[in-house]
């Protein structure tokens, strides 16, 4: 059975079944070519190396803004996904009493840069999830008429359950607050398009289903937001001609790279650019067809193995990502046995966290499947698809 991502462009496929990219991506054959040519230019050639590089920056945060649906000028190139939450939650005009809505699952890359501004006099409050999920009539009843910002991930890191970001949004601007998205969970594996859903700020790190490398992330902003948000982190090269080293008084870029500060990671920024291109040519919506296939393969096996599922499973909310449990077994141990059968997943106290991309396929599926049915006698009612 073919797959939407050629497995010829994943070198791993040749030595394990990697169903992990909610932690680590992996890069495809022709990102690290694209690498591998810059590594070669800066090592002979320094400056005159990386020169081309830099010169193709604005053709980077364009290929970035394309994948949303956003423009260059609104894409910022960052290091990591909480940097774009730092720079939102700094760079907003905050008053005391003021309120960010968050649930109380998120990762700790978007809890972290919030709980900051509470030495503002800024309120954190947090939707208990264990009562609801984030939908739009749980997030009608959280706000508040101090809330201004709703930070939510687009999917849970933990379980996957997936945030309808269009029916939010609504209720979010309903009442004056903007809606900002940790995308990390989800980009490359779905589409997004921000305009449609009136996403005011999203920021994502690249390194996990972008399939880009560690350390590059990107930000963006709704356009009217340029100018509410503060440079609460300037560098050098926030300045409007960057190159005029000794004009300290002059304006500062007028459009995202502002937020950039000093010397970007030129080539985490081509690696994202050079996978988002192989993720363009298999097409996204393909890519999230197939993902969402494996999943649904998973838990049906894993329901006739009497598995316990963590995730919320349902036409909305479905993601790459699903967490289990094998009730009377500790998932740290079984996790530890399907590493050693070659399938590479997340195991935590609380279950075994699966994630396949576009490139992966049934047989892989298949042998976490037989793998976890070998792991333990105990498992008899297990019966392989």
């Known amino acids: 059975m073919s797959t939407p991502l050629p497995r010829a462009e994943f070198a791993v496929t040749g030595h394990c079944a990697y169903l992990n990219h909610a932690a680590v991506g992996v890069l495809p ?46 894409i910022a190139i960052l290091r990591n996904t909480g940097d774009g939450a730092t720079i939102l939650a700094q760079g907003l005009d905050w008053r005391e009493g003021d309120e960010v809505l ?37 997030l009608r009843r959280s706000l508040s008429s101090r ?66 490398l560690q350390g590059v992330s990107f930000l963006y902003l709704r356009a009217d937001l340029l100018d509410r948000v503060g440079l609460a982190l300037p560098g050098w090269r926030s300045a409007e001609q960057m190159w005029d080293f000794l004009d300290y008084e002059q304006p500062m870029r007028s459009d995202a790279s502002r937020y950039e500060g000093g010397t970007p990671n030129l080539v985490g920024a081509l690696s994202l650019a050079s996978s988002l291109d192989l993720l363009e040519r298999s097409g996204i919506e393909a890519i999230a067809r197939h993902i969402l296939s494996l999943g649904d393969r998973l838990c049906e096996g894993l329901q006739r193995a009497g598995a316990r599922l963590s995730t919320i499973r349902g036409p909305r909310c479905s993601s790459g990502i699903v967490t289990f449990s094998i009730p009377g077994f500790d998932s740290v141990e079984l996790g530890r046995m399907l590493a050693q059968a070659g399938v590479v997943t997340t ?34 009612c297990f019966t392989s698809p």
């Open 347 to 380: 195991w935590r106290p609380n279950g075994i966290r699966v994630s396949p991309h576009g490139y992966s396929n049934a047989a892989e599926i298949d042998l976490l499947l037989d793998a976890l049915a070998d792991a333990g006698e105990g498992i008899r």
């Open 29 to 74: 054959r022709s990102t690290r070519e694209a690498i591998d040519g810059f590594v070669d230019a800066h090592a002979q050639g320094g400056v005159l190396g990386v020169l081309p590089y830099e010169q193709r920056l604005p053709e980077f945060r364009a290929r970035i803004g394309a994948a949303i649906n956003a423009a260059g000028s609104q």
């Open 102 to 138: 968050l649930c109380d699952d998120e990762f700790p890359s978007n809890v972290y840069p919030w709980l900051a501004l509470r030495r503002r006099g800024v309120v954190v409050r947090f939707v208990e999830t264990a009562r609801g999920r984030l939908e739009p009539d749980v």
């Open 147 to 212: 809330t201004r910002v709703v930070a939510l991930s687009w999917v849970s890191f933990s379980d996957g359950y997936r945030h309808d970001l269009a029916a939010l949004a609504q209720v979010a601007h309903k009442d004056g607050a903007l809606l900002v998205v940790d995308a990390i969970q989800g980009l490359g594996a779905f589409p997004l398009d921000v305009a449609a859903m009136e996403i005011d700020a999203l920021y994502a790190g690249g390194a996990k289903w972008l399939l880009a």
